[in-house]
C-alpha cells in the first residue's frame, strides 16, 4: 500500500491542471475514483491502488511521471499548444505527449535544453525562484565582448524594476561567453545585455542544474536516466532544507534591524542609497577616515561642517 494522498494533489500532480483547477473538474463530476464519480476534492486516494479516471484517460494505479529532456531549435514556443505557432510538444510523439508540459520556458528565437514531464510538483519544485536553481547558456553577441561589460553582467544589472541577482559570467571567444543564472526574469539575458548597448545573435540553454545537453542532437529528446533523477531529487530536497535556513536567518536580521532601526543589509535601498561600487560586507566594519575625523570635531565645535 501506498502513501495516501488527497484526490486535488493527485490530478495536479498528474498535469490534469492547477489545484484550483481541478477542484473544479472535481465538483463538475468529471474525475472517478474506482468507477464512482468523486464529489470531494479532499478525498484521499493511494496512487499504487485507486484507479483515477479523468476525460477517458486512466490516471490511478498504472499512472507514472515522465521526464524528458529536450533539444529545443529555435522556431519553436515554449507551450502545450498554441494557435499560430510550432510548440516543443509537436517534437514528442503523440502518444508520449499526454499531460507533458515544459519546466519552465525559452524563447521563440532561443534553443537549448528543456525540461518536459507530467508531474506538477516537480516542475513547482523546479520553477520555484526562491530555490536559486542554476540554469547555463551558451550566448554570443553582435560586437566584442570586454570586461566592462562581463563585469557588469556578473554584478546585477536593473532590468524589469528590479536588479538582477549577481551570476557568474565567462567570456569564451570575441563574441561570446556563458553565463550561470539562478532566476527566470522574462527574456532576461537578452534584457541585461541591451542594458549594455549589446544585442544577443544566438542564445542556447546547456544545462539545467544537473541536466546536461551534452550530445542531444537540436529536435531530439530522451528520457533522464535514473542516476539523473535521483541526483535532480538530492539536489531539490537540499536546496527545500537551505532555503528554511536562510530565510530563518534572514528574518532574525530583519528584526534585529528593526529593533536597532536600521536597513535590512544587501536591501535594495541600502544598495541604492550609497555610490555605485560602496558595497559592504556583513559584519565588517569601514575604517574611518582621518577626514571625517575631523569634520566630526568641526560638527562638535561650529555645529556645522566645513565644506572646503
Request: hydrophobic share 30%; glycine share 10%; net charge positive.
Amino acid at each position: 500500500m501506498g502513501k495516501a494522498v488527497r484526490l486535488d494533489k493527485f490530478l495536479a500532480d498528474s498535469g490534469a491542471g492547477t489545484r484550483t483547477e481541478v477542484k473544479k473538474l472535481i465538483q463538475k463530476g468529471m474525475v472517478q475514483v474506482n468507477g464512482e464519480t468523486a464529489k470531494k476534492p479532499e478525498l484521499k486516494v493511494d496512487p499504487e491502488r485507486d484507479v483515477v479516471e479523468f476525460g477517458g484517460e486512466r490516471l490511478g494505479a498504472r499512472a507514472e511521471f515522465v521526464y524528458y529532456l529536450l533539444h529545443k531549435p529555435a522556431g519553436y514556443v515554449s507551450a502545450t499548444e498554441d494557435i499560430r505557432e510550432k510548440t516543443v510538444l509537436e517534437l514528442v510523439p503523440k502518444d508520449g505527449r499526454r499531460n507533458l508540459f515544459p519546466v519552465g520556458r525559452l524563447d521563440k528565437e532561443s534553443e537549448g535544453l528543456l525540461l518536459l514531464t507530467n508531474q506538477g510538483d516537480l516542475v513547482n519544485r523546479i520553477m520555484k525562484a526562491g530555490n536559486y536553481h542554476e540554469k547555463e547558456y551558451c550566448v554570443t553577441v553582435n560586437k566584442p565582448v570586454t570586461e566592462a561589460f562581463i563585469q557588469g553582467m556578473s554584478s546585477g544589472v536593473p532590468i524589469l524594476g528590479t536588479v538582477t541577482r549577481p551570476c557568474k559570467v565567462i567570456k569564451t571567444g570575441k563574441n561570446s561567453f556563458r553565463i550561470i543564472l539562478t532566476q527566470g526574469l522574462n527574456r532576461q539575458i537578452r534584457r541585461m545585455c541591451e542594458y549594455f548597448g549589446y544585442k544577443v545573435t544566438t542564445l542556447k540553454r546547456v544545462r539545467i542544474m544537473n541536466l546536461h545537453i551534452d550530445g542531444l542532437e537540436a529536435g531530439k529528446y530522451r528520457e533522464i536516466r535514473p542516476e539523473e533523477r535521483k541526483q535532480l531529487e538530492e539536489m531539490l530536497s537540499s536546496a527545500k532544507t537551505e532555503r528554511k535556513t536562510e530565510e530563518g536567518h534572514e528574518r532574525n536580521i530583519h528584526k534585529k534591524n528593526e529593533r536597532a532601526g536600521k536597513k535590512a543589509p544587501g536591501s535594495v535601498q541600502g544598495l541604492l542609497s550609497g555610490r555605485q561600487g560602496d558595497h559592504v560586507q556583513r559584519g565588517v566594519r569601514r575604517p574611518v577616515r582621518h577626514s571625517e575625523r575631523t569634520g566630526e570635531r568641526n560638527r562638535d565645535r561650529s555645529g556645522r561642517q566645513s565644506n572646503r
